[in-house]
């Protein structure tokens, strides 16, 4: 089992920054793929930022060049930094790790951003 609390949404302007963080307990952390989703009003929830236990990225073509996923094992935590952000980037952000087969089978309780303009 693994437990995910995310923290860090808030209200910001376009062009602002955040820094969203997520405390993960349970599971040796550092084996643990781990990624960023978001779910607007009306949406579907859609994966954001992944990034894997060796390190690798993936980036939604929407956040490439202005999100940046990162881990410290150390710390138990994962991070989305999030720059020049935009209107449509408003959303409820989700952190998620992947489970033994694959899939992200353990989430966080979500946290909002709204980004004005």
């Known amino acids: 089992q693994v437990q995910l609390v995310e923290s860090g949404g808030g209200l910001v302007q376009a062009g602002g920054s955040l820094r969203l963080s997520c405390a993960a307990s349970?599971?040796?952390?550092?084996?643990?793929?781990m990624g960023w989703f978001r779910q607007a009003p009306g949406k579907e929830r859609d994966i954001v930022a992944r990034?894997?236990?060796?390190?690798?990225?993936y980036y939604a073509d929407s956040v490439k060049g202005r999100f940046t996923i990162s881990r410290d094992n150390a710390e138990k935590t994962v991070y989305l930094q999030m720059d020049r952000l935009k209107p449509e980037d408003t959303a409820v952000y989700y952190c998620?790790?992947?489970?033994?087969?694959?899939?992200?089978?353990?989430w966080g309780q979500g946290t909002q951003v709204t980004v004005s303009s």
């Open positions: 998620a790790a992947e489970g033994n087969a694959g899939r992200f089978d353990y």
């Open positions: 349970g599971r040796t952390f550092r084996s643990l793929t």
């Open positions: 990034l894997s236990w060796i390190g690798s990225t």
